[in-house]
């Protein structure tokens, strides 16, 4: 009876252990779609682009808002490693933040509806996700065995039934999908309208894409590797900022035996970006993921490497050792990796609270 009780128990909402970061050009109308679910949160909203535009973030809502000054202020010349003019620049509000998970948006992202018609707390399916163990060392044909109604199937070993600890909960998208631009060029008015009621361990071994539109992880697994990388603005790439946190995640996930869920929540994507801009922007890219990929794949950390730090400092010598001979970009990504890793052990040392921005805005209610 005992244990029947525990799993009736509803989800904790983390209140005061979840930061949910944005980042942003534009006035932020869309946070009063998300106020039902968003409101008790504190928000970290990170403006990218001219630091002298003032961004309205709706009343009643707890935030704190970082521009370019603001970063360059905390971060001093370790700045550098801050994307500017791209959404990675998202990655400053994983850095700042103080708490255990992170929960990151994008600014045209709204609340979907499932298919009864109800509207989809994201944020509470997140929470499910990351708080439930993953599978990652063998499929469960079932998908997710800890969802009510759902078990291991027969077959399943005994000895991986408690799971591993999931540090990567990433959502999906109803309407516009994420496409890259040749695939936007071709099926300019394709939308996504399925729903698929499911959450998946992505297994051991395998890389995924992973979009930063919606997406949330345990900050304190897996936070030092969610660097967004050198993108936009001065940088000869841009929109593959989350994909390459993803690939670098996942086989630091794989290494430390954490777990990464793919599935539900969706959201409505509201807005197709133009495909031709994003093709300038993809370009290097498309060309460069053939070369990615296949080191990703094959990339192997050693046995001491016990922590995500350690993990993504070696990382960041494989990527300048190999990837350097692609472009020499990569010996620049290489280096802002390990100014991240510098960045973030300063501001998220035991008893450093770090500095707030000036901008730093806390609401009414």
């Given at each position: 009876m005992a244990e029947t009780a525990?799993?009736?128990?509803?989800?904790?909402?983390?209140?005061?252990?979840?930061?949910?970061?944005?980042?942003?050009?534009?006035?932020?109308?869309?946070?009063?779609?998300?106020?039902?679910?968003?409101?008790?949160?504190?928000?970290?909203?990170?403006?990218?682009?001219?630091?002298?535009k003032t961004i309205k973030v709706?009343?009643?809502?707890?935030?704190?808002?970082?521009?370019?000054?603001?970063?360059?202020?905390?971060?001093?010349?370790?700045?550098?490693?801050?994307?500017?003019?791209?959404?990675?620049?998202?990655?400053?509000?994983?850095?700042?933040?103080?708490?255990?998970?992170?929960?990151?948006?994008?600014?045209?992202?709204?609340?979907?509806?499932?298919?009864?018609?109800?509207?989809?707390?994201?944020?509470?399916?997140?929470?499910?996700?990351?708080?439930s163990p993953s599978t990652p060392?063998?499929?469960?044909?079932?998908?997710?065995?800890?969802?009510?109604?759902?078990?291991?199937?027969?077959?399943?070993?005994?000895?991986?039934?408690?799971?591993?600890?999931?540090?990567?909960?990433?959502?999906?998208?109803?309407?516009?999908?994420?496409?890259?631009?040749?695939?936007?060029?071709?099926?300019?008015?394709?939308?996504?309208?399925?729903?698929?009621?499911?959450?998946?361990?992505?297994?051991?071994?395998?890389?995924?894409?992973?979009?930063?539109?919606?997406?949330?992880?345990?900050?304190?697994?897996?936070?030092?590797?969610?660097?967004?990388?050198?993108?936009?603005?001065?940088?000869?790439?841009?929109?593959?900022?989350?994909?390459?946190?993803?690939?670098?995640?996942?086989?630091?996930?794989?290494?430390?035996?954490?777990?990464?869920?793919?599935?539900?929540?969706?959201?409505?994507?509201?807005?197709?970006?133009?495909?031709?801009?994003?093709?300038?922007?993809?370009?290097?890219?498309?060309?460069?993921?053939?070369?990615?990929?296949?080191?990703?794949?094959?990339?192997?950390?050693?046995?001491?490497?016990?922590?995500?730090?350690?993990?993504?400092?070696?990382?960041?010598?494989?990527?300048?050792?190999?990837?350097?001979?692609?472009?020499?970009?990569?010996?620049?990504?290489?280096?802002?990796?390990?100014?991240?890793?510098?960045?973030?052990?300063?501001?998220?040392?035991?008893?450093?609270?770090?500095?707030?921005?000036?901008?730093?805005?806390?609401?009414?209610?």
């Amino acid at each position: 009876m005992a244990e029947t009780a525990v799993s009736l128990t509803p989800t904790p909402l983390l209140k005061d252990e979840l930061d949910i970061v944005i980042p942003t050009i534009r006035n932020l109308d869309f946070l009063e779609m998300w106020r039902p679910f968003f409101q008790p949160y504190h928000l970290i909203i990170v403006q990218d682009g001219d630091p002298s535009k003032t961004i309205k973030v709706p009343e009643g809502f707890d935030y704190e808002l970082h521009n370019r000054n603001d970063i360059n202020r905390i971060l001093g010349p370790k700045a550098s490693c801050i994307s500017f003019k791209d959404s990675a620049c998202r990655c400053f509000g994983y850095l700042v933040s103080k708490k255990k998970y992170v929960y990151t948006i994008d600014d045209d992202c709204f609340v979907a509806k499932d298919p009864s018609g109800k509207d989809i707390n994201a944020l509470e399916q997140h929470i499910k996700n990351l708080l439930s163990p993953s599978t990652p060392f063998f499929f469960n044909t079932l998908y997710d065995p800890y969802r009510n109604g759902a078990d291991f199937v027969r077959g399943y070993p005994f000895s991986l039934r408690e799971g591993v600890p999931t540090a990567v909960s990433h959502g999906l998208w109803l309407n516009i999908p994420d496409y890259d631009a040749p695939t936007q060029l071709v099926k300019p008015l394709e939308r996504n309208t399925r729903y698929v009621d499911a959450v998946m361990t992505i297994p051991k071994g395998t890389l995924f894409p992973m979009c930063g539109m919606n997406l949330a992880f345990n900050r304190e697994l897996i936070g030092p590797a969610m660097y967004f990388g050198l993108m936009g603005d001065g940088q000869p790439i841009g929109r593959y900022d989350d994909m390459w946190a993803g690939w670098c995640t996942k086989v630091i996930c794989d290494h430390l035996g954490f777990g990464v869920k793919t599935g539900l929540p969706y959201i409505y994507h509201s807005k197709a970006s133009n495909p031709f801009v994003n093709l300038k922007k993809e370009y290097k890219g498309i060309y460069w993921q053939e070369e990615l990929i296949p080191f990703f794949q094959s990339a192997v950390l050693p046995k001491d490497c016990t922590t995500v730090q350690k993990c993504y400092i070696e990382l960041s010598k494989q990527v300048r050792a190999k990837l350097g001979k692609v472009d020499e970009y990569f010996i620049k990504l290489a280096d802002a990796m390990v100014t991240w890793i510098e960045a973030w052990d300063e501001l998220n040392s035991s008893g450093n609270s770090g500095e707030l921005a000036d901008g730093t805005g806390k609401s009414n209610s």
